[in-house]
C-alpha cells in the first residue's frame, strides 16, 4: 500500500509542525483542514454520460500538417509556393539548383502543360553541360532526418520536354539519365539510385533508400546527367514506417503520440482554418481528395503558409479509423470569420446568397463521400482511394467562433436544414461565438434553440483560476436543450509559451466537471494539439514538436490520462467539508466495458490536502487499483525541451480498502481505476 493511503478508521494525525508552516508560507489554512471526505455511490448505476466525451482538435496552425502530421520529407515538392504564402515564397522556394563536377544548366518554373490543372507549376530543368550532373536539390522543413537502416522512398513526376536541336541532342529521344541522391549538407552521399525518365508523358518514378547513418538535415538530391531537359513535379519523399505503414501517411511519432490519448473523436481541419482568409478562401474538402498529384495546393490564408492537401479528408478519415476516434469535419457556415473579411476591415461577409446552393451542395457532398456507397458519385472517389466501406459519419460542425449575425444566421439555417432533410443520420453541431459568454454566446445560445439544434460549439481559452472559478458552469445548463462540444479549450498561463503544471490541473480540474455534466456535454476537445518549433503561431499547444522529436506537454498528460480513464457511467460523489476547498476538484465513473470504477481527484493547491474517500456499496476487503500521480515540482513547472520530464505521470498497481484516506499531493491529479 502506498505510504498516503491509509485505511479508516486509523486516521492520519496531522502535525501542527506542518499546519503553522503552511500557514506561514501563505497558504490558507482550508489546504489542511483534516475533515474534507470524499463519498462516492460506487455500486449504483450511475448517471449515463457521453462515453465519447474527450477527443481531440486537429487543426492545420504551427505546420501541424505539412512538416508537421504528414509525413512527407520534402518541401514544396510541387512547386506551387507563392508570394500569396510568404512575400518571398515562390514555385523554386526551398529549392537550390545543382551544377556539380562542371555541369552546366538552370532551372525555371513552367505551366504549359502540367500534370493536372489543379496543379499547375513544375519545374523545367536544362542541361548543357552534363559534367557530374546537373540538378536539383531540397533540404525538407529545417533539414530532412534520416535514420540509418530504416527504408525512404523517393518518389518524382517527369517528363522529357522537347528540346529541338538546341543543344545538339538531336531530337531529344534518348532517356535522360538521373541519380536520385540522399546527402549531407556537406555533401556526403548517403544513399543514391540511378534511374532514367524517358518519354514526352508524365510518369511517376520512384526509388528506395536505406541511409547509411543517423543524420538531421539531409537534404534529396536529384542529378540528370545528358544534354536536354527535364520537366519535374511532386518531387517526394516518405520514411517507409509511416503510422500504420499508410501510403501517403502520417508521421509514425506524431499519430501515435495522438493515438495514445485514446481520443474518442477527432475534429479538423480547424478552427479558423476552415473559414480562411475571406469569404471565398475557405477550406474546400474537394480540393483535398483524389490523387495526391491532382490535389490543389494552395495557401492556408489563414495561418500564412501552404498547404499541399496530401493530408487531405481521405487521410483525416483514415486516420480517425486507425486510431478509433469518430470524425468530426467542420465546415463554413458559408460565412467567413468576423476577422478576416476578403479585404481588411470588412469583417464578417456572407457568401453571395446565389452561390449557396452550390455551397450546400459541396456540403451534402462531403456527407455522399463519407457515407455513400462505393456506387454513389462521391462514394466513389472514395472507394478509388481504397476504402469502398462507408466511413460512418455521424457528426459536422458547421459554422467556427462565427459572429451570429443575420448574415450568418441566414446562410447557417440554409445548411443546416439542407443537412437535416437529407440526413438524419448526422448531427450538425453549431457554434456560439469565440467565448464563453457575451454577444455571441448567448445570441448564438439563443438561435441554437429557436433551430432545436442538437449540439452547439463553445471555446475558451482563459486563464488557470478561471477554469477553477467557473467549474459549475454546467450543472446549470438546461439538459432538455442543445447539448454542448467545448470544441477548443485551454487554461492559458501568464507566459503562454510555458504549459505549466497550473494550466493542466486547471483544465483537469474543468474536465472532472465536464464529466459530472457528462450527459448535457457531449464532447471536448483541448486546443490546439500540434505546434512545430520555429513555426508556431499560437501558444500554448498540446504537443511541440522539430522533425526528430515530439515533445509533450503537462496539459498532454492530463488529457491522456482522461482519455485512457474515461467512463460512460457517472457515479455521485459528495465533497464534504467544514470549507469547502476551492481547488479540489473529484469525479468518479464507470466504464462499463471493464467494470472498474475510476475516481480522479485534482488538488490545485500549493500544500498536500488530506481526504477521507469512501467508495459505498463496494465489497469490504481489498480492491486492486492503479493509481496514477501526474504532479510536478510547483505549480510554475513545465516540460522544458532538452530536459528530463519536469511533469509526467507515475502509476503504480496497489490494494485499497472501500474506504481509505489518501493524502492528495500538492499540485497534483491523481486518478485510480479500480478494478472490478
Ligand atoms: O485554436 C486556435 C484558434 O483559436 C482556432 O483556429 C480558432 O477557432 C480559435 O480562435
Redo the contacts with the bound molecule.
Keep these: 500500500m502506498n505510504s498516503e493511503l491509509s485505511a479508516h478508521p486509523r486516521r492520519r494525525s496531522h502535525s501542527l509542525l506542518t499546519g503553522l508552516v503552511t500557514l506561514l508560507a501563505g497558504v490558507p489554512l482550508w489546504v489542511n483542514a483534516q475533515n474534507t471526505t470524499v463519498a462516492i455511490r460506487a455500486a449504483e448505476p450511475g448517471k449515463a454520460i457521453s462515453p465519447d466525451l474527450f477527443g481531440v482538435f486537429f487543426?492545420d496552425?504551427n505546420y501541424a500538417a505539412d512538416g508537421g502530421l504528414y509525413a512527407e520529407l520534402i518541401q514544396n515538392r510541387s512547386f506551387e509556393y507563392s508570394p500569396t504564402e510568404q512575400a518571398d515564397w515562390r514555385p523554386l522556394k526551398f529549392w537550390e539548383l545543382q551544377k556539380r563536377g562542371g555541369g552546366e544548366g538552370s532551372v525555371g518554373v513552367a505551366d504549359m502543360r502540367p500534370i493536372h490543372e489543379r496543379n499547375p507549376h513544375y519545374a523545367l530543368l536544362t542541361v548543357q553541360t552534363p559534367g557530374e550532373g546537373v540538378g536539383i536539390a531540397n533540404g525538407g522543413f529545417d533539414g530532412i532526418p534520416l535514420k540509418a537502416g530504416e527504408t525512404y522512398e523517393a518518389s518524382f513526376w517527369a517528363y522529357q520536354p522537347f528540346m529541338g536541336q538546341m543543344w545538339g541532342q538531336g531530337d531529344n529521344d534518348k532517356p535522360m539519365p538521373v541519380t536520385l541522391r540522399l546527402e549531407t549538407k556537406s555533401g556526403e552521399v548517403l544513399a543514391e539510385t540511378s534511374l532514367r525518365v524517358q518519354g514526352r508523358e508524365w510518369r511517376r518514378l520512384s526509388a528506395k533508400f536505406k541511409p547509411s547513418r543517423t543524420v538531421v538535415d539531409a537534404r534529396l538530391v536529384l542529378l540528370a546527367h545528358a544534354t536536354g531537359g527535364l520537366c519535374l513535379d511532386m518531387v517526394s519523399l516518405f520514411p517507409e514506417k509511416t503510422f500504420r505503414n499508410r501510403a501517403n501517411g502520417l508521421r509514425a511519432d506524431l499519430a501515435q503520440a495522438v493515438a495514445d490519448l485514446k481520443p474518442k473523436f477527432m475534429r479538423f481541419p480547424?478552427?479558423?482554418?476552415v473559414h480562411g482568409g475571406g469569404v471565398h478562401r475557405y477550406y474546400d474538402w474537394k480540393r483535398s481528395v483524389g490523387p495526391v498529384e491532382q490535389r490543389r495546393a494552395g495557401p492556408n490564408t489563414t495561418w500564412g503558409y501552404h498547404q499541399t492537401m496530401g493530408l487531405g479528408y481521405f487521410e483525416y478519415f483514415q486516420f480517425c479509423e486507425d486510431i478509433g476516434a469518430k470524425p468530426l469535419p467542420v465546415v463554413t457556415a458559408g460565412v467567413c470569420c468576423q476577422h478576416a473579411g476578403s479585404s481588411p476591415g470588412r469583417g464578417q461577409e456572407g457568401l453571395p446568397l446565389e452561390e449557396m446552393p452550390h455551397y450546400i451542395q459541396d456540403v451534402l457532398d462531403l456527407i455522399e463521400w463519407a457515407n455513400g456507397p462505393a456506387t454513389s458519385k462521391w462514394g466513389g472517389v472514395r472507394a478509388a482511394a481504397g476504402h469502398p466501406e462507408p466511413f460512418g459519419l455521424k457528426y459536422l460542425g458547421v459554422g467556427?467562433?462565427d459572429a451570429i449575425t443575420p448574415i450568418f444566421k441566414e446562410r447557417f439555417k440554409s445548411v443546416y436544414n439542407a443537412v437535416k432533410e437529407k440526413h438524419s443520420e448526422i448531427t450538425v453541431i453549431g457554434t456560439v461565438g469565440?467565448f464563453a459568454s457575451g454577444g455571441d454566446y448567448d445570441n448564438g445560445w439563443a438561435f441554437a434553440k429557436e433551430l432545436r439544434l442538437p449540439m452547439v460549439d463553445e471555446?475558451y481559452y482563459v486563464s488557470p483560476q478561471w477554469f477553477w472559478d467557473n467549474l459549475s458552469r454546467y450543472d446549470k445548463y438546461d439538459r432538455g436543450g442543445a447539448k454542448v462540444y467545448v470544441g477548443?479549450y485551454a487554461a492559458h498561463d501568464r507566459d503562454k509559451t510555458r504549459g505549466t503544471l497550473r494550466s493542466a490541473l486547471a483544465e483537469a480540474a474543468g474536465m472532472i466537471a465536464f464529466e459530472r455534466n457528462g450527459e448535457v456535454v457531449s464532447f471536448a476537445s483541448y486546443?490546439?494539439l500540434f505546434a512545430r518549433r520555429n513555426h508556431t503561431q499560437?501558444h500554448p499547444d498540446l504537443i511541440y514538436f522539430t522533425g526528430t522529436e515530439v515533445h509533450l506537454t503537462a496539459s498532454y498528460f492530463v488529457q491522456q490520462l482522461f482519455g485512457q480513464n474515461s467512463g460512460d457511467a457517472y457515479l455521485e460523489t459528495t465533497i464534504s467539508a467544514a470549507v469547502k476547498p476551492p481547488t479540489l476538484a473529484v469525479s468518479a465513473v464507470r466504464e462499463s466495458k471493464s467494470g472498474d470504477v475510476i475516481v480522479k481527484i485534482v488538488n490545485g493547491a500549493a500544500a498536500p490536502a488530506p481526504l477521507q474517500v469512501a467508495l459505498s456499496g463496494l465489497m469490504s476487503g481489498e480492491l486492486k487499483a492503479t493509481k496514477t500521480v501526474l504532479t510536478g515540482p510547483s505549480a510554475d513547472a513545465y516540460n522544458e525541451e532538452g530536459q528530463p520530464l519536469a511533469v509526467k505521470p507515475v502509476s503504480n498497481e496497489i490494494t485499497l480498502k472501500p474506504a481509505f484516506d489518501y493524502e492528495t499531493p500538492a499540485n497534483s491529479l491523481t486518478v485510480f481505476r479500480i478494478r472490478k
Design positions: 487543426e496552425l480547424g478552427g479558423c482554418l467556427n467562433e469565440p471555446h477548443e486546443a490546439p499560437w
